[in-house]
Each structure stands twice: as C-alpha cells, then as structure tokens.
C-alpha cells in the first residue's frame, strides 16, 4: 500500500473508532463535532469531483448545499405540520431520510444541469463568476421567500427517521452520516478510477486530443459538475437535519469559499483530501474560537502556508510528493 494509502487509511479508521470513544466517555459534544466535520467532509467530497477531477474552479457550489438544506426543511416542514406539500394534488411532506436525501440530491442535480449548460460555455474566471452569480440569486430569492421563513430561515421541531436507528441519539446520527460519507468517499475513488474519469481528466488537462478521438470535453465536464452538485445536496440535507434549521446563509458565497477551502486543505483531487480539511477546520473553529472570535486570521495564515508551500495539501504533506488522482 501506497504512503498516502496508508494516509487515508489512518484518516478513515480516526472518523471511525475516535467519535465512538468519545461517546463511549461520556463526551457526547465531540460526537456532535465529529458529526459536522464529517457533513462538511461529504459536501467537500462533492466538491472535490468538479474541482479535483474536472477542473472546474466553482464558487456556487453553495447553490447545491442549500437546494439539499431546503429540499430536507421544506419536506420535514410540511411533515410536522401535516399540510401538503402541493395543495392542488394533496402531497405530503416526509420526515423520512432516505426518501428526503433522493429528493435532495436529485434537484440538486437538476439545478446543476442548468447551471452548468450556461456556465460551462465559459471557463476560466467567467465560469467562476457565473456560478457566483448563481449563487447570489439563489441567496437574495430564499431572503425573500416568506413561506419558508425568508430571512429567519426555517426550523425544524423534530429530526428526520431513519429506519431501525434512533437519530435523535448522537452518536446513532453520526454512523448514518459516516455511512453516508464513506459511500460518497468510495463512489468518487471509483469514478476518478473508472473510464469516465480518466476522460475527464484527459478533459481537464488536453481537451484538444479528447476531442480528437470524438468525445466532448464539455459533456464531460458537465456529468462531473452534475454528479459533484448531487453529492453536494445531499450533504446539505444532512446539514439540515443536524441544525434542525435551514436559512439562506446555506446560500451564501461564504459557504462556497469554506467548502472550497476544505478541499484545498487537505489536498485538491486527493480522496481524503475533504475529509482532512474539514476536520482541521471544524477543530480550529472549536478550539481556536473559544479564544478569540478572530480565529479565523490563524485559519487564513494556516490556508496561505498550505497554498504556498504544500500544493498537494495536508495529505500531499504527509505522504510525499505524489500525484493525486485524475
């Protein structure tokens, strides 16, 4: 096994055993931590197929977060005040997971595909300010969307089922979020390694020649932000259920730059590159901010150093000079 198979390896067996013994102690607010580091780790996941192995420098990837955050409130909403989803039709909200993170993450997946048609007939610094526009409409429409709380955001009373688990137990949440996480994790090791993924990357580093042999850059750039964009909404969704509250800051251009920063963390393309990144940053954030509330200057220098003198990330830094996936 390779150095930073070794890496990953640690990486996987510390989100695993470390939240259990702290629940084991008796700590039960570092399984909660652990829970949203791994949330933030899935949407980093997300990320990281349009970013790592696309290419595609997006800064509304926060569209996708708060499209599966809302997707969750607004189900869950009508679910516990027993009024239908469409009047006209007499749906039903749902306060069941599985059901809610299928429709999360499938229309994410659809708002990506219209996002990303537009979007990708650029690239460079218009395709990231086109998705930062994006992002901004969606922002300023869930401020001014008075059904579902506008700028207040919208809660919610009781957390999502899960069949044979009791979610509002901490650590009984955090194994369906790992679970969930580890799917995603595998799911995009799987897609970097698969034929498609090495088209993408051909796609990302000489275009001209993939077109030669006959296929479109750009259609492959396209199922990758797609698929980014759904793994992305379901983390959003989780999110949701973790905060029992959704507003439009799930929205916000912040949440695009912190989800871009966890993976450049830990190691753009790397696997476990959002995982670590996200861990630094939930932790820095818990024992930095008890502090000062200006931790976030140690976070930046912390971000500036990795940048300049660690390309490949925390992972890149640990395990050596070796390429990352795609």
């Known amino acids: 096994m390779s150095r930073e198979g070794l890496v990953s390896l640690a990486v996987v067996l510390s989100v695993v055993l470390l939240p259990f013994a702290a629940h084991v102690t008796g700590e039960t607010y570092w399984v909660t931590l652990a829970t949203r580091a791994a949330i933030l780790a899935l949407a980093g996941v997300g990320l990281n197929i349009a970013l790592g192995q696309g290419g595609l420098v997006s800064l509304g990837h926060a569209v996708f977060f708060g499209i599966g955050g809302y997707s969750m409130g607004i189900l869950a909403y009508h679910a516990q ?52 526009a994006f992002g901004q409409m969606f922002y300023f429409f869930a401020l001014s969307w008075p059904t579902y709380g ?30 969930v996480l ?15 993924g090495l088209a993408l990357a051909a796609a990302r580093q000489v275009p001209a020649r993939v077109e030669a042999v ?12 797609v698929l ?61 901010g008890g502090i000062s509330e200006y931790w976030q200057i140690a976070f930046g220098i912390l971000l500036l150093l990795i940048v300049l003198f660690a390309r ?15």
């Open 228 to 288: 980014s964009a759904a793994v992305t909404g379901l983390a959003g969704a989780l999110f949701a259920d973790l905060n029992r509250f959704v507003s439009p800051t799930m929205f916000s251009w912040h949440t695009s730059g912190e989800i871009m920063v966890f993976v450049i963390i830990g190691g753009v393309g790397r696997p476990m590159g959002p995982v670590v990144g996200a861990v630094v940053f939930v932790l820095l954030e818990y024992l930095l």
């Open 312 to 326: 490949g990330g925390l992972i890149g830094l640990i395990a050596g000079r070796g390429k990352a996936h795609g």
């Open 81 to 132: 005040t027993y009024t239908p989803l469409v009047e006209s039709l007499g749906l039903p909200g749902t306060n069941l997971m599985p059901l809610i993170w299928l429709v999360a993450a499938t229309i994410a997946a659809l708002a990506a595909l219209l996002i990303g048609a537009l979007s990708l007939r650029t690239s460079g610094v218009y395709f990231i300010m086109i998705t930062l």
């Open 150 to 179: 506008g700028e207040d955001g919208l809660s919610i009373y009781v957390r999502n089922r899960f069949p044979g688990m009791n979610t509002v137990v901490p650590i009984q949440f955090y194994w369906i979020v790992v679970a």
């Open 182 to 196: 580890l799917l995603a994790l595998l799911f995009s090791d799987r897609l970097a390694r698969s034929s498609f």
């Open 214 to 225: 006959g296929l479109d850059p750009q259609r492959l750039k396209l199922v990758a932000f």
